[in-house]
């Protein structure tokens, strides 16, 4: 696959992921102030409150992992302009051709993404 290639790929994504970031971030155009709250809904049933809390939470927990996404866009981007994308930041090594199409944004070779995640959770039980 080549640069220019390879460089459209990683833009569309990033610009999916941006839009999808920002309908995320504000859900049927309403802020954070005009956000339901407990005080402000007290004939609300405790378990409607419940369920729109964990709802949020659950939006908040996909919006970070899309903007985690985003940035590894970006930082493929800034490896593509300097002639590094490709390459595991680990090891040196090449990355799967197979393995960028999955995950363009990857920054490790399979071997080394797993050896990270392994650390992850090892020190996740940990704590």
Same mark, same amino acid.
């Given at each position: 696959?080549?640069?220019?290639?390879?460089?459209?790929?990683?833009?569309?994504? /990033?610009?999916? !992921?941006?839009?999808?970031?920002?309908? !995320?971030?504000?859900?049927? =155009?309403?802020?954070?102030?005009?956000?339901?709250?407990?005080? @402000?809904?007290?004939?609300?049933?405790?378990?409607?409150?419940?369920?729109?809390?964990?709802?949020?939470?659950?939006?908040?927990? *996909?919006?970070? =992992?899309?903007?985690?996404?985003?940035?590894? *866009?970006? /930082?493929? #981007?800034?490896?593509?302009?300097?002639?590094?994308?490709?390459?595991?930041?680990?090891?040196?090594?090449? *990355?799967?051709? $197979? /393995? #960028?199409?999955?995950?363009? @944004?990857?920054?490790?070779?399979?071997?080394?993404?797993? /050896?990270?995640?392994?650390?992850?959770?090892?020190?996740?039980? *940990? $704590?």
């Amino acid at each position: 696959m080549d640069k220019a290639e390879i460089r459209k790929r990683l833009e569309a994504q /990033r610009r999916r !992921l941006a839009e999808l970031t920002g309908k !995320l971030s504000m859900p049927n =155009g309403e802020s954070e102030a005009d956000a339901p709250s407990e005080l @402000g809904d007290y004939d609300q049933h405790p378990a409607d409150m419940a369920s729109e809390t964990f709802e949020r939470a659950k939006d908040l927990s *996909i919006l970070i =992992g899309m903007e985690a996404k985003l940035t590894d *866009i970006e /930082r493929a #981007l800034e490896r593509l302009a300097a002639g590094t994308y490709g390459v595991c930041e680990a090891c040196g090594q090449p *990355i799967g051709e $197979a /393995r #960028l199409e999955a995950s363009p @944004g990857a920054r490790f070779c399979r071997a080394d993404q797993a /050896r990270s995640e392994r650390k992850v959770s090892s020190v996740s039980r *940990i $704590a």
